[in-house]
């Protein structure tokens, strides 16, 4: 292969690129800048791209580009990348060792925000298509999706991709190369990743705090209502109460089962790691199912008063919690809204106490991404495979279904096909936290894996 050739010639110019992107503090919420970041992108598509697109919309913009096959062939295959432009902020930003938006090399690693989180990943792809065109060896078809909003859950992505619907109508599988590879640190290849839906309940019982001897027993304390509730959504064994909420939930095949098994921790490590002395979760499940094969229900805060030296003895005014439903295969965060809702009306008409405490919140649902999961028994699963193999030197760990959540289901919705995940990052990449990095290792390999998957594509019978 003359693509891994050139890359190899190209390794210096690469990386010096890839500080360029990052260069651009592409914050998700700062349109300016991400928009800085998608015209930076359309300029170096544009040397290589058959096609190129800016899909305007009510957010930040989306970025399509297409790349014909050099070598033509019947039945040449088409694969979809997606990656992302946007990145997290930067806060807590004095924790940071060197400036999150100036790129610095330190014992292997490039730290920036965004590195690995997505630029550094959906750079690694770019850079393979260009070495692959450069080589003249590209003999698949490639189409690509940069996402300028995925870290405010790609609230137009959807809308976006639809608009140009038939320009995914001939793609035949997706690979997605985003998150944290596995922490046993073996490239991994995921074949879905878990839902999410998020909800907040706000309870403001009065118009202010009071104290708690002068109106002790008058005023309503906020956190004990949001307890009686909250107690009515999971039990103590780690069981949504809701109920339907598992009538859809997916039984793994027995090739995923058997992906499993090699994923198997010793329980002790994850105590040592976590510092846990017992599991969550539901309890008569196995470990390793917990975290991919079943839906959770989650508590992500709670505020209310004040504690520990601030604690003051007063009734507090109000109350909030925030909750998050890991949801999998093959839950819909729609269905699962309304599941809840029910169940906030089945409990006022249960007794007149909830109705007066449920008839004062205010309850309201945010992001919301669909579980994904392609099957093991697809004949891609083996090119993916020996590429992640080849690319990287080591054995994949495949994993079915990954813990965190991908807006994937727009990209779905307009191919219908197989969609694979491949991160490049290494599992200690901090992504989200200060001193976000990505080993250059990994992200050489990266892009090693991608050059080698387009050769292997070519090969493959279709039908
Ligand atoms: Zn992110």
Redesign the pocket.
Known sequence: MKGLDIFEKKKKEILDDLFDLIRIPSITGKKEEVIKAAEWLIKRLNRTADYVELIETEGNPVVIAEWKAQIQRENTVTILFYGHYDV?PPDPIDDWISPPFEPEIREGRIYARGVG??KGQLFANLCAIECALEANELGVAVKFVFDGE??TGSPYLDQALKSKSSFFKDVDLVVVS?GPADTTWKPTIEFGARGILTMRIEHMVSNTDVHSGNFGGIQPNPVWDLISILKTIRDDEGRCLIEGFYDNVFTPSAKALEATEQLKRDPEDYKKQLGLTYFGGEQDQPLEHRKMFRPTSNIRGILSGSVREKARTVIPREAVVDLDFRLVPHQKPEVIRLLILDHFEKLKNQSERMKQILDRCEISFGTSFYPLFTPFELPWSDILEEAVKEGFGKDPLKVPIAGGSLPLQPLYEVTEKPIYIIPYAQPDEN??APNENMMVDWFENGIKTCIILLDKLVSINKD
């Open positions: 997290q989180d997505n995925e870290e985003d992504n989200h």
